[in-house]
């Protein structure tokens, strides 16, 4: 037991950075230029995508060709360099880094140069130091102008791309009746100007009797939120994923197995359907509901009927650009995939060589959005 015990230690200290590693990081992080002053003139549609070590990807030609716009340090699932969002709103991308330690939000108006989306004078009950720290940040969404942010039990959303912020803790719903409220890893969807509805979905992490999810709306844009419990909404489960097609919101557990779908912004569902999908990413395609893996693609039209999409589709996050053309990511691979009919043919546009020293977790691109920038790239 005592040569097992040190063993573990040998093993854990080895996979510990050095410390001119961490140093270099947090030298890295402050190299990077403060915002609050973005000038967004959307004209120009784009894909950007992003992975871990907040490598941002950027095409201009409809997912034809791609460059590397922005690279900051080796990330990992964990740590400041961890990158899983990418959010867009009238004309600015933002991409949170940084997971359960000290947290940036980047972002940019023309795709090409990046800063932090706050002009670091406002401070936000957060980790590390730093003027422009954020508190902890899973997933980002956009909408109406309004970034929010999501991670543990802290939501933060900016109104005017960085020169304010407001922050609301789940801490302040423990005189609800239902509390404790133990929640984790919160992301967060935009539904759309119709309702104008942000809605987020986190880990219920109970001990007894755990659900599927835990659900949380804002109808003030990011400003307060309150804990929803859906009816319909029963069925036992971990790491909900979540999505809208503007009309239908649609909730798949784990892995994509089963399938649950909301019409009035999450307040009641139905299900589970079951989607014939193992392992999968979710995405919404034209409309359509998506679910996609090495194991077997399905579409859905309304959440409930699943069919076979072509063996061709590979598994991974789609983007769809305002021509209809798909582009495929996943965490898994270290290249992009584009189709331009509808799934049914792919071919890779863009490779690139992760890190691997000092890092651990999957490598591979994590999310990847389309919208309109600045016709031509911001001098700063």
């Known amino acids: 037991m005592i040569l097992l015990t040190q063993a573990v230690a040998i093993a854990l200290q080895a996979a510990e950075p050095p410390a001119e590693f961490i140093k270099a990081s947090e030298e890295r992080r402050e190299e990077i230029p403060l915002g ?69 939000w980047l972002a940019s108006e023309d795709g090409v140069n990046w800063r932090h989306l706050s002009d670091g004078s406002t ?32 939501f933060t959303a900016t109104p005017d791309f960085g020169k304010s912020f407001s922050t609301f803790s789940l801490g302040t719903l423990r005189d609800d009746p239902r509390w404790p409220l133990m929640t984790h890893h ?37 400003q307060t939120w309150k804990w929803i419990e859906p009816k319909g909404l029963t069925r036992t489960g971990s790491k909900g994923e979540l999505v809208t097609n503007g009309d239908v ?4 557990d784990r892995g994509g197995m089963n399938a649950f779908r909301s019409l009035d912004g999450g307040e009641t569902w139905d299900g589970p359907q079951v989607t014939g999908a193992q392992r999968a990413s979710l995405s919404v395609v034209n409309g359509e509901f998506w679910l996609t893996s090495d194991s077997g693609s399905r579409n859905s039209a309304d959440g409930r009927q699943w069919n076979d999409l072509p063996k061709t589709n590979p598994a991974g996050k789609i983007a769809v650009s305002d021509r209809g053309t798909l582009i495929s990511i996943d965490r898994r691979r270290f290249n992009i995939l584009r189709s331009a009919d509808n799934g049914h043919s792919w071919s890779e546009v863009y490779t690139f060589q992760p890190e691997t020293e000092h890092i651990h977790g999957a490598q591979g691109l994590r999310d990847i959005k389309f919208g309109y920038t600045t016709l031509q790239p911001v001098i700063q």
Not at 53 to 64: E, M, V
Not at 65 to 88: E, I, L, M, R
Not at 128 to 153: E, I, L, R, Y
């Open 123 to 154: 401070k936000l009950p957060a980790k590390g130091a730093g003027k422009a720290v954020m508190p902890t940040t899973m997933s980002m969404a956009g909408g109406k102008g309004v970034f929010v942010g999501s991670g543990c039990m802290t």
């Open 36 to 104: 609050g002053n973005f000038r967004p003139a959307p004209k120009t549609p784009v894909f950007v995508a992003a992975g871990h070590g907040a490598r941002i990807l950027l095409s201009r030609d409809d997912g034809k060709s791609w460059k590397q716009v922005f690279w900051g340090y080796p990330g990992s699932d964990h740590g400041a360099w961890a990158t899983n969002s990418v959010a867009y709103t009238e004309g600015v991308f933002a991409v949170p880094i940084g997971w359960t330690t000290p947290t940036s």
């Open 249 to 252: 919101v649609l909730l798949t």
């Open 186 to 222: 919160v992301r967060s969807i935009y539904l759309g100007d119709k309702s104008g509805r942000f809605l987020a979905v986190g880990d219920d992490r109970s001990k007894e009797n755990p659900r599927l999810c835990r659900l949380f709306v804002s109808d003030d844009l990011g």
